[in-house]
């Protein structure tokens, strides 16, 4: 028998981004598509959200699939197996609103193909004509291909250097899809901040519905900082117990990633202090 | 009627000192200065001072017991009606409760009521006193308490106490609720709520953390597996202005900067992860007990200059009056009389000025104090960050989740006078219910639905 947190698995699926499987049966046994864990990688660590990419409820686990961009998130790439993390809450947030819709468009950016998966299969799963389209700055980064393909109608895939695929922004696929007459009853969108306001700009302008699941920073994940908060539609919103999927066509972006900016110092004296110590982890050939 | 001698003072860290780091601001009274204050208690037989106690600690004993040098038996009668002394002394607003209603506060200065307390389980923790809790005998019956805060911290204790079995669910990673995130260190040391956590521990109960009731399991469940439910989830929420630029970076709930200070230390970072914004002209709005903490935390997180800035004036603030001397002393100012209209950002997205509109009184509003009135005049205040400290709203997770729990206008959960809420099985207590209490009441709270489990449960056999 696993410990609680234990690390059952880990696998490098590009430069910098690591899947991991981490038994938490009690998260496990209710989490749905579109919620999210807080983990704390050891006892001084921040209280860091991941996207629950997949679980099962049998065996207890739940998969996450995260970027190494800071100490948080490198401090749990080097978790090896059989390990504990110190701590994972959850599942938190609403669940995904998964209905009949009829066509909709699943949008993924880079780490985040990962977090469009389970949502991309449970639209597909009520029998939804599912288009999605995946991006990543370069093909080496490009994750979860072979898993959005199995669960989507139609795969697009974008680079920014086109190394693979078309050769822009989702939002530019996006674009070209709507240009070629297509009319989706739903835009579901997770990614950077910076791409989900270029998409929103596009189903603003075509008057299409569009979900964004958010990503500001947090720290309770309960409602009670109010670090999340986030402006939907004029109204200030908590992204962690209202969201995180709001109407990305009410969103204020500009503000978001304003506020994702926020500690762009300390992060930045934080992660030298911390390379200076450990290095970069080993796995950057990956 | 004797002389009645002045109140013996609490030795405190001189103010440049205290504001270098967040260590205890009060000292504490020695064994010589307690026995100095308890001499001076009338021993009144009809106890006034007993019923401002919301636990109903029998106060003239134990200070007679202390004047008497029987410390380890004060312990045990303090012990008796309030689990957590070593957090009480140090909290309790004992200005508006216990000392209110001694009678010496009519003739001159109150029994450091408090302090005592306070003495005496810091005395007994340093000589390693522990009550001995009855041999429980299993009642053969399973409570689930939801939110470790005082209120559910007391659920516990007395449950376990009777021979129930109890899991304590906490969304958090750390248990004890306002204690450990809201309180700061320098009023309430961690480690004292860690020893009283500790304490539920041995005697039995179960802490689960990282469970979000509503969420990870739902009250639902909790009623298939338990045979009650204690709901004291808090008053966490923390309300907003709705003024525009509200979202401005380093604008702060207060509930956001005391967390990242208290639960994550972002004092200490980086050696811990999680940052802070160390602003060098502080504004903190509001006028209560939250503000001066968020005050004093940023002072002491280096800030250059700190101002509250609150709608009425010093007679009306909230705020427990030795906070505001201890603010005061720290080099924390007050601007009177101006309410916020609007926060204005530079082109990075940072706060930077605050409009604030300028109030005069009026008559008095629902809660007895004058009602705040725009003069029409508005003025700026330079800040780089904020610190927003208006007040909170019940969390709402459970309700949201639970509609058959019934919640009134202001989302507290509706419960009759022991406790139980509309929701067959479910009790609740604390700040859910009341909105913001004290530690004290909730506490209360908790040691009312406790007996009501109880009755229901055992004695009745209602369920
Ligand atoms: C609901 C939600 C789901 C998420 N799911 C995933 C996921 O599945 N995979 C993944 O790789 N990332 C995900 N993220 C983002 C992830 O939480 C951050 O990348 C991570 O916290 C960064 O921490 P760090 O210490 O490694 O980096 P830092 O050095 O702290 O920060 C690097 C960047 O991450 C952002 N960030 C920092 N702290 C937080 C925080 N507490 N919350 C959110 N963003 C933060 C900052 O804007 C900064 O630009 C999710 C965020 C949210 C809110
Ligand atoms: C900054 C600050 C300073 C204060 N200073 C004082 C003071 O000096 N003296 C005084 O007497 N009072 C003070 N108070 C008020 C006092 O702290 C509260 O009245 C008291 O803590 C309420 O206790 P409670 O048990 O009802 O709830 P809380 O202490 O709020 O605890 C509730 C707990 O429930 C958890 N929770 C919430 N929802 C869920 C869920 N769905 N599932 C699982 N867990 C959940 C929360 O994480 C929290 O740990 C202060 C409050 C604040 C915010
Ligand atoms: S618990 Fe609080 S109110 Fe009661 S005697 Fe102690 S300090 Fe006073
Ligand atoms: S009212 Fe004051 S003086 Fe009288 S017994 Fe209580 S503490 Fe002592
Ligand atoms: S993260 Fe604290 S309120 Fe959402």
Not at chain 1, 232 to 258: H, M, S
Not at chain 2, 175 to 195: A, T, W
Request: charged fraction near 25%; hydrophobic fraction near 40%.
């Amino acid at each position: 028998m696993p410990r609680i947190y234990e690390v059952l698995r880990k696998k490098i699926l590009a430069p910098r981004i690591k899947e991991m499987d981490v038994y938490v049966p009690q998260i496990a046994k209710s989490a749905k598509p579109g919620q999210f864990v807080i983990v704390i990688p050891d006892e001084k660590g921040e209280r860091t959200p991941l996207t629950l990419v997949d679980w099962n409820r049998d065996e207890g686990w739940v998969r996450l699939v995260f970027l190494e961009v800071g100490v948080s998130t490198m401090k749990l790439g080097m978790k090896e197996p059989g390990s504990t993390l110190y701590y994972v809450a959850g599942p938190l947030g609403n669940p995904t609103h998964v209905e009949k819709f009829g066509t909709v468009v699943v949008i993924g950016g880079g780490v985040a193909i990962a977090a469009a998966y389970p949502i991309a299969r449970a639209f597909k799963e009520v029998s939804n004509h599912v288009i999605s389209v995946i991006g990543a700055r370069s093909a080496n980064l490009l994750i979860y291909e072979e898993l959005m393909r199995s669960v989507s109608d139609e795969l697009h895939i974008t680079t920014d250097d086109g190394s693979k695929g078309m050769k822009g922004f989702t939002s530019d696929a996006l674009v070209a899809l709507l240009n070629k007459g297509l009319k989706p009853n739903l835009v579901w969108m997770v990614g950077p901040a910076p791409m989900m306001k270029a998409c929103s700009e596009v189903t603003k302008k075509y008057r299409i519905k569009a979900i964004a699941s958010l990503n500001p920073i947090m720290v309770c994940g309960m409602g009670m900082c109010g670090a999340c908060r986030v402006k939907v539609g004029g109204k200030i919103r908590f992204t962690c117990y209202e969201g995180p999927e709001f109407d990305a066509n009410e969103v204020d972006w500009d503000e978001l990633i304003f506020r994702l900016k926020m500690y762009q110092k300390e992060e930045l004296e934080a992660l030298k202090l911390f390379l200076s110590k450990y290095g970069l982890g080993g796995d950057t050939h990956a | 009627m004797p002389k009645i001698k002045p109140r013996v003072p609490l030795p405190k860290r001189p103010p440049e000192e205290r504001i270098k780091d967040f260590n205890e601001v009060a000292l504490g009274y020695d064994e010589k200065l307690a026995i100095e204050e308890a001499s001076r208690c009338l021993q009144c037989p009809n106890k006034p001072c007993v019923k401002g106690c919301p636990v109903g600690v029998d106060i003239p004993r134990f200070i007679k017991l202390i004047r008497e040098r029987r410390f380890e038996e004060a312990y045990k009668v303090i012990k008796d009606k309030c689990p957590i002394p070593a957090i009480t002394g140090r909290v309790c607003p004992q200005e508006r409760q216990c000392e209110k209603y001694c009678t010496l506060a009519k003739l001159g200065q109150p029994i450091a009521i408090g302090a005592l307390e306070r003495f005496v389980a810091d005395w007994a923790r340093e000589h390693g006193i522990a009550v001995e809790h009855a041999p429980k005998t299993s009642v053969g019956k399973k409570v689930a308490v939801v939110g470790s805060g005082p209120a559910g911290i007391v659920v516990a204790a007395d449950l376990a106490r009777l021979g129930y079995e109890v899991t304590m669910f906490e969304a958090l990673h750390v248990p004890g609720g306002v204690l450990v995130y809201g309180i700061p260190e320098y009023r309430l040391p961690k480690k004292i709520v860690y020893d009283e956590i500790n304490y539920l521990r041995e005697l039995g109960v179960n802490i689960e953390i990282g469970v979000s009731v509503g969420r990870t399991i739902t009250v639902y469940d909790l009623l298939d597996e338990y045979d009650a439910v204690f709901v004291g989830t808090g008053a966490g929420h923390p309300r907003f202005l709705n003024v525009p630029g509200e979202n401005l970076n380093y604008i702060y709930t207060a509930n956001e900067f005391l967390t990242r200070i208290n639960l994550m230390r972002a004092y200490l970072f980086p050696e811990y992860d999680t940052p802070i914004h160390r602003g060098k002209r502080v504004a903190v709005i509001g006028g209560g007990n939250t503000a001066m903490d968020a005050a004093r935390s940023a002072l002491r997180l280096g800030a250059e200059e700190v101002h509250v800035l609150y709608r009425r004036t010093r007679a009306e603030m909230p705020a427990r009056k030795e906070e505001i001397e201890n603010a005061e002393e720290e080099g924390v100012k007050f601007v009177f009389l101006v309410q916020p209209k609007g926060f204005i950002g530079n082109d990075l997205g940072n706060v930077s000025e605050i409009m604030l509109k300028k109030m005069r009184l009026g008559e008095p509003d629902a809660s007895g104090r004058p009602r705040p009135i725009p003069t029409g005049e508005t003025i700026t205040f330079q800040a780089d960050m904020v610190i927003n400290a208006i007040g909170f709203y019940p969390n709402p997770l459970i309700p949201q989740t639970t509609p058959e729990i019934k919640t009134d206008k202001k989302g507290r959960i509706i419960v009759d006078s022991e406790g139980r809420t509309s929701m067959p099985r479910v009790y609740a207590g604390g700040d859910i219910v009341i909105g913001e209490g004290t530690v004290i009441e909730a506490m209360g709270w908790g040691r009312k639905a406790a007996l009501a489990i109880h009755k229901d449960l055992t004695i009745n056999k209602k369920i």
